[in-house]
């Protein structure tokens, strides 16, 4: 049962990470409150697992195979969303990855590695919230776009780094 307050019903959703961690968490508090939801993960066995979590709400839910680093995936994932829901009034682009350095830290990232993280990250959130805005726009009715961001940066952390931590003003 939703809160008056908190009724979504009619609305749609799309998390981009949506299969565990935060993204499920956002994910079922949307469907609990009545939204339509479509989660994207790259992880089948996870995306099976949160479907079967988010379908207990009783709200419509799908979850699909999507690498928001690939432009023509989140395309297609989109177009596959909008078959589904019809809409999408609220998309929260929230996967990401960190590096895998072997513990070392960036010093010893590859440039190979540092791209993936960046693909992922900066241009999977691009693309997403494009295709987003562009659907929101189109519509005529506008929408909430949604971004997820890591404090990582803001605490220190074991191996994490051979560099000192820097002050940032934005974190806590």
């Given amino acids: 049962m939703t809160h008056p307050a908190f009724d979504l019903r009619g609305k749609v959703a799309l998390i981009t990470g949506g299969n565990s961690g935060i993204g499920l968490g956002m994910a079922e508090a949307l469907a609990a409150a009545?939204?339509?939801?479509?989660?994207?993960?790259?992880?089948e066995a996870k995306n099976t697992?949160?479907?079967a979590t988010l379908a207990r709400s009783g709200a419509k839910v799908q979850a699909l195979r999507c690498d928001v680093a690939?432009?023509?995936?989140?395309?297609?994932a989109f177009a596959d969303t909008l078959a589904t829901f019809?809409?999408?009034d609220a998309c929260f682009a929230n996967a990401g990855v960190s590096g895998r350095s072997g513990g070392q830290g960036f010093v010893e990232m590859t440039a190979e590695e540092w791209r993936r993280v960046?693909?992922?990250?900066?241009?999977g959130a691009f693309f997403t919230l494009r295709a987003a805005a562009r659907h929101m726009i189109e519509r005529g009715d506008g929408g909430s776009l949604v971004v997820t961001a890591s404090l990582a940066p803001c605490r220190a952390r074991p191996a994490a780094s051979t560099m000192p931590r820097p002050r940032v003003a934005s974190c806590p």
Avoid at 34 to 43: L, R, Y
Avoid at 118 to 123: A, E
């Fill in 118 to 123: 960046t693909s992922v990250n900066l241009d």
């Fill in 70 to 76: 690939d432009e023509a995936a989140v395309e297609r």
């Fill in 34 to 43: 009545g939204a339509g939801v479509s989660i994207w993960g790259t992880n």
């Fill in 86 to 88: 019809g809409r999408v």
């Fill in 49 to 51: 697992a949160a479907l």
